[in-house]
């Protein structure tokens, strides 16, 4: 392609996504400053490339699948976030309260509200973490806070209210005994170890061993839900784009949502350095030929996950692209800071 047929492309494509109306020669016109019949030979050159094609119910012309490819990687810019959304974001991220996967959860929230598409959390599963140890805080009399933490540097804590304040020294006892046994094991398989393995031991020196024992299986059974829920964000924006008024269409795709095998195919094709934004359009992504899903890794001490946006073919590329380069920016500088 020369110059103009790329600034045509790029004219087309911007204008599809912004309108959703097929493009015709005669809209064109005076932007390029040339007669219809220029715009028009100009058009046949891009169809007969591939990157743009006939709309069915009128003669204008839509990008194509290869199309949006081109303009994404030659053409689009990353669009520069709005004071306004950087104050949404910004609140977020200043936020000293928030854990991690709290801000993270939030922000993708926000990114979802601002584009209008899906946006998904991705965590990394719990088995690639093994305890390291597991520590009791009390914080009044009758409260506790249990604290898991990984070899990967992950520390979550759970709060409990005990029933008999005499509790204490019997679960500082059992966290003894926890850490001198399973230290090391994959966190997924604590709560196995804990029944068949610490349970038989504490029955026999632990008065109260039941209710000590479930404070202890409670938290690791949260710590693994945590690590490997998905989190969503906007679960049915998608669906207020033109392209889904097929029910059948939204019930395809919505069942994909609800599909544990089909969400991880979201993230298993993202083997790419974190911090790096892919994008896949239609036939690129193994989960759904009709979607566009833009992504990236995240780590930030152990804490890894995948943050992906869904929305249709005819996505706001830059826009989507600035606001995950602008969440990355931020949770690099969180790490550096701490």
């Known amino acids: 392609m020369d110059e103009r047929q790329k600034k045509l492309l790029k004219a087309i494509v911007e204008s599809y996504i912004k309108t959703v109306k097929p493009i015709g020669s005669k809209s064109l016109c005076k932007k390029f400053n040339c007669s219809s019949a220029t715009i028009r030979n100009e058009m046949g050159v891009l169809e007969n490339l591939g990157f743009i094609e006939k709309n069915h119910i009128s003669s204008g012309r839509i990008p194509s699948e290869a199309g949006y490819k081109y303009y994404v990687e030659n053409l689009m810019k990353p669009k520069e976030l709005t004071g306004e959304d950087v104050l949404k974001l910004q609140t977020i991220f200043r936020n000293n309260e928030l854990e991690l996967s709290d801000t993270i959860n939030k922000t993708v929230e926000i990114i979802s509200e601002l584009t209008n598409y899906t946006s998904i959390i991705l965590g990394k599963s719990s088995n690639e973490n093994t305890l390291k140890q597991v520590s009791i805080i009390p914080i009044t009399e009758d409260r ?6 990984t070899d990967k540097g992950i520390v979550e804590n ?11 020294d019997e679960i500082v006892k059992t966290c003894e005994i926890i850490n001198k046994m399973l230290v090391g094991t994959p966190i997924n398989e604590v709560s196995k170890r804990l029944e068949f393995e610490i349970k038989p031991i504490i029955s026999r020196q632990i008065k109260q061993y039941e209710a000590v024992y479930n404070i202890f299986a409670d938290a690791f059974n949260d710590f693994v839900n945590k690590r490997e829920n998905v989190y969503f964000g906007g679960k049915t924006k998608i669906f207020d784009e033109p392209e889904y008024n097929d029910v059948a269409e939204i019930k395809k795709l919505a069942s994909k949502f609800e599909d544990k095998n089909f969400i991880k195919r979201i993230e298993e094709d993202t083997d790419d350095a974190t911090g790096e934004i892919k994008i896949y ?6 989960f759904d030929p009709n979607v566009t899903i833009i992504k990236s890794k995240y780590n930030r001490n152990g804490e890894e996950g995948t943050i992906a946006i869904v929305g249709p073919k005819r996505m706001e590329y830059d826009r989507v692209v600035g606001l995950l380069s602008y969440l990355q920016k931020e949770l690099n500088e969180k790490e550096d800071g701490e």
Request: net charge negative.
């Open 144 to 149: 506790i806070v249990a604290l898991v933490c």
């Open 158 to 168: 759970k709060q409990f209210l005990l029933e008999d304040v005499s509790e204490i």
């Open 281 to 286: 359009i239609g036939e690129e992504n193994d």
